[in-house]
Structures are given as structure tokens and as C-alpha cells.
């Protein structure tokens, strides 16, 4: 017991000691995270980027839960990861063996990070295999799938929360207070963009049956920018259009640009832009007392709001959105709380995506 608390006491000297420079360190992160394991054990299904450069990195700046585990189809990447992070082999699943996930004690939650047609999927199996789930963005294709996937996680008596980084974010949550509490007086319209110019050709986000498009993706920060800044909730869409200058990447109907307009309770409109092909990221909410603007309203650190009120602005480095994000997750689980952002938030958006396609579809109006 004495040789542990000399050692657990050592670690803390040195994290004390060497700051910034262990944590910029691969093999002083992993150090740490082996020699004291924190909190709720995380599986990461799914190795693409989001995985590799972003959560994985954030796990290991996580105060409430660890990287436990990984789920992937390509052995190169398991053998990669367990490497990298001394992830076990009985902590490392394929996507045939995955339900067995249900018999590890070492892991806890589960992050589906997939493409958006396999959430579905992968959310359901996780909670039938009795483990809390957070989802990527969008939660799922339809509001079918997303009721679905929060109805199991009940059923399970396991939380579902949707990987919305920007909640989790203290400027984010700053001008949305100024908004809730009413401090700019009555809104009277709101503007919002959130989109970049994708170089890419054959990712899945320009596949149209894998879940790709600007409005699946990039679109639910402008959906989400137009409601913060609303204050409520949408009634209608009052008309849509999607449009692509790139007619052999964005193929099949598959959006490249949307464009909303979105009507909120009191004739509150807001207008809303989400692109692949265009830069674009704001949210400007006029307001009786003035003017609120956030730029940019997405991105994952520099995120910047002014208003009469002054400027809000919280200096941190990537990935620390991540990692604010999956400690607020883990901290609701481990002490019984609702989840920040739970599974109805994603099927809200995904509720306004399908009728922003049926606007634009129908040019009509669609009641939400």
C-alpha cells in the first residue's frame, strides 16, 4: 500500500511539475492514463479521423473517463491503437464480435462514431449489450431511426447522449444564456451558417445511402445556431432549397449547399446556410436591445460572441471541446443525472432536417 502511494504521489509531481509540456507528450498521456485509470472505461467504435484525432487525444485529457476500448474493422488499425494507447486485446472488438462487448466490466460507454446510416444500428445493439451510448452528429437518417435508438436505451435503463462538442462549450453557453434570460429584450430575426469547402471526392459524406450531405452534417450546426438564437423552437419550415456546383461528387439529389428559412413562435424568422462548398460560419441574432454575433458559431476552439453586453471569449486548445464534452457526459452517468444533450435532442434536428428536405422537395411550406 506504501509503494502505491508513493508512486500515485509521483505522478501527481510530475503532472504538478512538467504542465503543458506532459500533456503535449504521447508517452507521458499515456503514462498517466495507465498508471491511474479515471472514471467510466469508453469504447470507440468506429477509426476514422474524428476517432483518431480528436477523441482518442481528448480521452486522455479527461478528468471522469479513459480510453477502455476499441471496435474496428481493419486488424492494421487494432494492432496501431494497442500500441498506442496499451488498449488489451480483450478490449478490442470487430464488428462481428462486437455484441460481446456485454460480457467487459472494463467498459462502461460506448461511443458510436461511425458514419450516420450505421448509428442506428450500433446505438441499438450497444444498450442491448447494457452499455450507456454517446452518438456522433447527426444522430441518426430519420426520426424513426433516432426514437428507435433512444426507445432502446430506455428499454435498457442505459443513457443515450448525442455528440453535440458545442453545448458542452462555455461560449456556447454564455450567449445562449443572454438569450434565455432575455437580457437583449424580444428577437426579432436570426442568421446562421455553418459550412466549409470539402476538397474531398469519395468520403462517405458525399455518399447519399452512407448519410452524406451538408444538411446531415454541417446543417445541424445551423439548425441548433438558429434555435440558440431563437431562444425556442422552430413551428415551420417556410421554404428550402438544395443546390450543388459539383454535380459529379454531390450526385443523386445529394446536397452540397441547403438553404432554410425557419419560422419560430411570434413570426420570429431565421434563415440558415450549410455548405460543402462555401465557407460560411455565424450566427448573428438581432435583438430590441441590439445586436448579438457569434464568429465563428462552429469550430473546435476560437469560438468568439459579442454583443451590448461586451465579448465573450474562452482561450483553450484542441481537442478540449471533446474532452469537456465526454467528462460532462461522464459525470450525469456516474451520478445519476439527465444527460446534457440526450437522444430527444438529436431527434429534434433530425425532425427538422427531413422537413427541410420536403420543403425544398415540395417548395412548400411544412408544419414541424
Request: with cysteine.
Amino acid at each position: 500500500m506504501a509503494s502505491t502511494l508513493i508512486t500515485r504521489r509521483k505522478l501527481i509531481q510530475t503532472l504538478s511539475m512538467s504542465g503543458a509540456a506532459l500533456l503535449l507528450s504521447p508517452s507521458g498521456l499515456l503514462a498517466a492514463c495507465n498508471t491511474q485509470k479515471r472514471g467510466l472505461g469508453v469504447a470507440l467504435v468506429g477509426l476514422g479521423y474524428y476517432s483518431t484525432d480528436l477523441l482518442a487525444p481528448a480521452l486522455q485529457l479527461t478528468k471522469h473517463c479513459h480510453l477502455a476500448g476499441i471496435v474496428t474493422g481493419s486488424p492494421d488499425k487494432a494492432e496501431a491503437w494497442k500500441r498506442k494507447y496499451n488498449i488489451p486485446d480483450k478490449n478490442i472488438y470487430n464488428y462481428s464480435n462486437f455484441d460481446s462487448i456485454a460480457n467487459n466490466k472494463d467498459i462502461d460507454v460506448v461511443y458510436v462514431v461511425l458514419p450516420p446510416s450505421m448509428h442506428h444500428e450500433y446505438v441499438i445493439r450497444a444498450a442491448n449489450a447494457g452499455k450507456h451510448v454517446w452518438c456522433e452528429k447527426p444522430m441518426a437518417m430519420t426520426a424513426k431511426e433516432c426514437t428507435e435508438m433512444i426507445e432502446a436505451c430506455k428499454k435498457n435503463k442505459k443513457s443515450l447522449a448525442i455528440g453535440y462538442r458545442l453545448q458542452h462549450e462555455p461560449t456556447t453557453q454564455a450567449y445562449r444564456r443572454i438569450i434565455n434570460t432575455g437580457q437583449l429584450g424580444k428577437i426579432q430575426k436570426v442568421d446562421c451558417a455553418a459550412g466549409y469547402r470539402d476538397g474531398r471526392t469519395d468520403h462517405w459524406k458525399q455518399k447519399k445511402e452512407l448519410g452524406g450531405g451538408a444538411l446531415y452534417d454541417m446543417g445541424v450546426y445551423a439548425i441548433q445556431g438558429a434555435r440558440f438564437g431563437a431562444g425556442t423552437e422552430p413551428i415551420a419550415v417556410v421554404s428550402a432549397k438544395t443546390s450543388t456546383t459539383r454535380p459529379e461528387i454531390y450526385k443523386n439529389g445529394l446536397d452540397e449547399t441547403t438553404e432554410a428559412v425557419l419560422e419560430f413562435p411570434g413570426g420570429v424568422l431565421a434563415t440558415i446556410k450549410t455548405s460543402f462548398g462555401e465557407n460560411v460560419n455565424h450566427l448573428v441574432v438581432n435583438a430590441e436591445k441590439g445586436t448579438l454575433e457569434v464568429r465563428p458559431v462552429q469550430q473546435y476552439n476560437g469560438i468568439r460572441a459579442k454583443s451590448p453586453l461586451g465579448e465573450i471569449y474562452h482561450d483553450y486548445k484542441v481537442p478540449m471541446q471533446q474532452a469537456m464534452q465526454m467528462d460532462d457526459d461522464a459525470q450525469a452517468i456516474a451520478q445519476g443525472k439527465p444527460m446534457m444533450v440526450p437522444g430527444e435532442e438529436g431527434l429534434r434536428d433530425i425532425h427538422i432536417v427531413e422537413a427541410i428536405y420536403k420543403s425544398a422537395a415540395s417548395g412548400q411550406r411544412v408544419v414541424l
